[in-house]
């Protein structure tokens, strides 16, 4: 037996223990000089050349090979769950993006706090959509906008509130609040020690009208849709303060690869320019009464 059957005899042997990571790169180039000069042993030589090229790759490329955790959560209308199915212009625009770069990842539904602690402790994370807000933006790697939203304090027709300012708002009894969530962190960072936070908006717009809040800190857009989803008349509530007006982002967690995020940033851009994040959102401005994109109701 020749000493070029031996060694690719022994190889084999290492390959088929599950031993492919022990494989340094410079074994696999040593390989595939090997197999160079075998005439036989066919399958063999074919199973190793498949699993030597991708121990290579995996070697060369441990970025591009890596699994990405997505996250989201139920916050309507850029992102919710109806009939048990994720949907929303946000689920959209990132599955084109997850076809665009080859990534099969299942998007995963957490209540926010739950998903913004992995962004933050985790490798390989992606969340959407963040509020990009200053304090967040060099916790984590960004692309967008997805949309733009303004933060608004609500509260029930007929409640006899007015807010004028901040410390106005802080002289109420109770403000729902979504845990963890943006506009709890910006009222807080104003001093305010009156929030009653939950893990769902919902709970906030059934709260209010049951009188259990007196304010509800949300967004508009979405006010409508999570008015229909919980089961309350939207024309009950009003808008009596608003507090900002800021971009919803798609994050990565900050040990992400460059390379992933530039793979992603490079799919958006290319969305943005083709006309399908055009598209996607002039659909869900048709769809949805409360119009994900009130920008593009102005336009003629």
């Not at 340094?24 to 066919?42: A, H, R, T, W």
């Not at 901040?166 to 001093?191: C, F, M, Q």
Request: proline share 4%.
């Amino acid at each position: 037996m020749s000493s070029s059957i031996t060694n690719l005899d022994h190889w084999h042997h290492l390959l088929g223990d599950g031993n492919e990571e022990r494989i340094p790169v410079g074994g696999c180039i040593k390989l595939f000089s090997l197999l160079q000069g075998i005439d036989g042993k066919e399958a063999i030589v074919k199973k190793l050349f498949i699993l030597v090229a991708s121990v290579f790759f995996v070697s060369v490329h441990p970025a591009l090979s890596a699994e990405l955790i997505i996250l989201t959560e139920n916050l309507p209308p850029l992102n919710y769950v109806e009939d048990g199915v994720l949907v929303g212009p946000s689920v959209d625009t990132v599955k084109e993006i997850q076809r665009k770069v080859g990534s099969q990842e299942e998007i995963k539904v957490y209540p926010w706090a739950r998903a913004y602690k992995m962004a933050l402790e985790k490798e390989n994370v992606v969340l959407f959509g963040m509020t990009h807000t200053k304090v967040r933006h060099e916790q984590f790697k960004w692309i967008g906008p997805l949309a733009t939203k303004r933060d608004i304090l609500v509260a029930r027709k007929g409640s006899g509130i007015r807010i004028n300012s901040l410390d106005d708002a802080k002289k109420v009894n109770r403000i729902g609040t979504l845990r963890d969530d943006t506009r709890e962190r910006l009222l807080k960072s104003h001093g305010f020690t009156n929030l009653e936070p939950v893990s769902d908006e919902q709970m906030n717009a059934k709260k209010l009208m049951l009188g259990r809040i007196d304010l509800w800190a949300y967004k508009i857009p979405g006010l409508r849709t999570v008015c229909e989803l919980a089961g309350v008349d939207y024309n009950e509530m009003e808008e009596v303060y608003s507090l900002r007006e800021i971009n919803v982002d798609i994050a990565f967690s900050k040990k992400t690869s460059d390379s992933i995020v530039q793979k992603w940033e490079n799919a958006f851009n290319e969305m943005g320019a083709d006309g399908t994040l055009m598209k996607i959102r002039e659909k869900w401005n048709r769809k949805l009464p409360d119009a994900p994109f009130p920008e593009l109701e102005d336009k003629p």
